[in-house]
């Protein structure tokens, strides 16, 4: 026992956490020193020697090339017990020469090595439940700042389209797992002119959408006051320059649309062009100067044109032209032209491109940045008819099933706030719309309880009762089904499904009185489904429509 | 905010029975109104609860969940529960939820009932 009576110095293995500073040097036999630390990378000669070392090992007699071998002598370490467990070594215990000068006897070192075989498996529990632990942390701590970089951003989206005579105007944004910084904005400027904004700050995350507050803050204030798109950016940016963080900043395009005339003038800090889809073919309207934030004092270029009836412009932001298909092929912008070329007058623009986007990438695509696309197509003649009013408010949900219905036109779309109690007047509009399809009496009723409750569990979990995060509700029709889809900005994540509601356990106080919900859903309705995706959550409600 | 937040007048016509006449909506905001018209049936020393949904039109999962503790309250306190006045959907609501086993669903209301307080 004389040998363990010293202290045990401890030299760290290659994933010991936490290791303690090193000490200097160490003379030769105190009683009582700290412990030594000393890493061993894995590409000293010494690392393998030990991994493979039957038992303890002499330092003084191990004649090896290994800086860490010296680093030990160096602090007074003659004897080192390797922890090995299923051929892995974890760490060593390091001892200094014994106190009486003499070597270690064999029994010394029996001892050692029946003490480092029972501890080594036991000390690598401990590093792996330290290590998973940190890593859940970490986990965690990622997904809840998603979470939060998807709030601040979806906070800055606006919520309704500007409604202009003879013109349509959509606007599509998917946001990517990882939140990228897309954004757009309409401002109303007077005087029937509209700014329309489409921006892309670099990174990700939190900071991406701070900034991106920031920057629709400015515009929002700016854009009004000096309506011309180069000053409105060179403002902007002068305004960005000084609280920028490093390595970050905003790709933004901002223009002004006078709808009586057509006329686009519009200014680009360093963002994609925009195109333009006239009887010729499709152009590419160009701007330049830099992005916002990187240096003050910019000029920005204005360009100015005029959108004739008939013709469209596309803003976009990087997502979209650099998607890629399941072999890696980006889809680029000959192929965007291409889509903007073929679409025919009878059919959205934005939809069209997200179809073809959609083919191009295949169904297991995995977004890999925000998509942000804003279409201002101006109509042939005068009248309102080209003024959907059908057109779902945004933000649009992006869906992936393979469901055609999602691509026809439904018969009522709208978005509410995630304000407790609003179920109710979402639950009327649905019924009201759907009576007109020959759903009627009992079924009716079923399906108002079923959308109900769908919205209440939107509200309570997808906003958390804000009714600053928005639910939508869409209905389509097709000749066998009506489709009800609700879609929440999921902040609590997916819906429990609580444990089935027992009537007699509630009864007896051995449930929860609550717990209804998705129980009554279930059997009001034919077929419910859920979809989450990209920080959004829908569920689809489907009535059979000749059922009874 | 919400203008059909429920009522409920407690009243009574027989001896021993409270007939809880609702009128708005069973929701999440009905919690207080249920409760104390429940209380006010108890003071009077009733032994069987009706609760008249004739001027009730929508029933939510929460208000389901008032209605299972009223009926939990009710069974500990071995007063019997009817229901009356009940849609036909809601009739299959309170099946489906095996409600319907633990309380007597029936038709039409008692005449000339007189209030025994307790209205909120």
């Known amino acids: 026992m004389t040998a363990i009576k010293r202290p045990l110095r401890r030299l760290l293995g290659r994933s010991t956490p936490d290791p303690l500073p090193a000490t200097a040097p160490v003379p030769a036999a105190p009683v009582e020193q700290p412990g030594v630390a000393i890493d061993i990378p894995e590409t000293d000669p010494l690392f393998a020697y030990l991994q493979s070392a039957p038992g303890p090992v002499d330092l003084t007699k191990l004649e090896l090339v290994s800086p860490a071998l010296e680093e030990l002598r160096v602090g007074g370490v003659a004897l080192v017990v390797p922890l090995v467990t299923q051929g892995e070594l974890i760490g060593t215990l390091n001892l200094g020469p014994r106190l009486s000068e003499q070597e270690y006897s064999s029994d010394d070192r029996r001892l050692l090595g029946t003490l480092a075989a029972q501890a080594a498996p036991a000390i690598r529990v401990a590093q792996l439940v330290r290590e998973q632990a940190a890593e859940a942390g970490e986990r965690e701590r990622y997904a809840q700042e998603l979470k939060v970089a998807q709030l601040i951003q979806q906070q800055f989206l606006p919520r309704e389209l500007p409604q202009l005579r003879g013109w349509q105007i959509a606007a599509f944004y998917g946001p990517a797992r990882v939140v990228g910084g897309d954004f757009y904005d309409f401002i109303d400027l007077g005087n029937g002119r509209i700014g329309v904004v489409v921006g892309d700050v670099t990174d990700k995350g939190v900071p991406a959408a701070l900034v991106m507050a920031r920057t629709h803050s400015i515009l929002r204030a700016e854009a009004p006051r000096l309506i011309d798109p180069g000053a409105v950016l060179a403002r902007a940016n002068d305004l960005l320059v000084p609280e920028m963080p490093a390595r970050m900043f905003v790709t933004c395009l901002y223009g002004v649309l006078e709808p009586e005339t057509g006329r686009f003038t519009f200014a680009n800090a360093g963002h994609n062009l925009p195109y333009v889809r006239t009887a010729d073919g499709v152009i590419e309207l160009r701007a330049t100067g830099l992005p916002l934030g990187l240096l003050p004092g910019i000029v920005y270029e204005e360009t100015d044109s005029v959108i004739a009836p008939g013709e469209g412009v596309l803003l976009y932001s990087d997502g979209l032209v650099e998607a890629h298909d399941p072999n890696r092929e980006m889809y680029g912008f000959p192929r965007l032209r291409e889509a903007m070329a073929t679409d025919d007058a009878g059919s959205e623009l934005l939809d069209r491109l997200l179809e073809e986007l959609h083919a191009f990438t295949g169904s297991g695509w995995e977004q890999e940045d925000d998509i942000t696309l804003v279409t201002l197509r101006r109509s042939l003649g005068t009248t309102d008819d080209a003024w959907s009013e059908d057109r779902p408010e945004i933000p649009v949900t992006r869906d992936d099933a393979p469901d055609a219905s999602t691509a026809a036109e439904p018969i009522l779309a709208f978005t509410i706030p995630g304000a407790i109690g609003g179920e109710r007047a979402a639950m009327k509009r649905v019924a009201d719309a759907v009576s007109q399809y020959g759903i009627e009496g009992a079924r009716l009723e079923r399906l108002k309880t079923a959308v109900a409750e769908t919205v209440m569990n939107a509200i309570e979990y997808g906003s958390q009762g804000n009714p600053e995060i928005p639910v939508d509700i869409r209905v389509d029709v097709d000749p066998d089904a009506i489709r009800v889809r609700v879609t929440d900005r999921a902040l609590s994540g997916p819906v429990p499904d609580a444990e089935a509601p027992d009537l007699v356990a509630k009864l007896e106080g051995l449930q929860k009185p609550r717990g209804w919900g998705l129980f009554l859903i279930r059997r009001m309705v034919d077929g419910m489904d859920v979809h989450a995706a990209d920080g959004l959550q829908t569920v689809t409600l489907t009535l059979a429509r000749d059922g009874h | ?120």
């Not at chain 2, 909506?25 to 009733?46: C, H, I, K, R």
């Open chain 2, 1 to 120: 905010m919400n203008d059909r937040r429920l009522t409920v007048e407690a009243l009574t016509s027989t001896a021993g029975e409270a007939r809880l006449a609702m009128r708005g909506d069973v929701d999440v905001a009905a919690d207080e109104a249920l409760a104390a018209a429940y209380a006010a049936a108890a003071e009077s020393g009733a032994t069987r609860v009706v609760l008249d949904f004739t001027e009730v039109d929508y029933i939510n999962s929460t208000g389901i969940a008032l209605i299972v503790r009223l009926l939990a309250e009710a069974r500990r306190d071995h007063r019997d529960v009817i229901a009356e006045g009940l849609t036909d959907h809601y009739r299959e609501i309170f099946r489906i939820t095996r409600l319907s086993d633990y309380m007597t669903i029936a038709d039409g209301t008692s005449a000339s009932p007189k209030p025994v307080g307790g209205t909120s």
